[in-house]
């Protein structure tokens, strides 16, 4: 089974993930980019869901983050958020990017092309 981080500030929006992803992959959490970067580092997850807009260290510098280190460069980030605006090179890194409010059709066909192209 695969293993996807989700990464969001919102306990809601975590849960409701949570409730659409559970019966698929095994689902592992973080409610911050620090928290995010230190369980991408020790799970190793197949795919990481990670939201732009939080608290501290936002989903962009993240990104940044995971892409510079050789432990978690090869990992697909799909960037979920309400932001309509998001400059081109701030996604080169990003797998995919999935507008707010989700689509769970859409989020799914995203990870999973993820999980078949790693």
Known sequence: MAKILVV???ANFVNLLKLHLNKRYEII???DGEDA???AKIECPD??????????INGI???RQLKKSKKTRKIPVI????????EKRQLAE???????????EKLISSI???INMS
Do not use: N, Q, R, Y
């Not at 960037?79 to 998001?86: A, N, S, Y």
């Not at 990003?94 to 769970?104: G, M, R, S, Y």
């Open 8 to 10: 969001d500030d919102e």
């Open 29 to 31: 959490t973080a409610c």
């Open 79 to 86: 960037l979920l958020t309400i932001v309509d605006k998001i």
């Open 61 to 63: 510098d993240v990104l």
């Open 47 to 56: 795919v990481i869901t990670l939201d732009i807009i939080m608290p501290g």
């Open 112 to 114: 999973e092309k993820a």
């Open 94 to 104: 990003a797998f995919d990017l999935i507008k707010k409010p989700l689509d769970e």
């Open 37 to 39: 970067l230190i369980k």
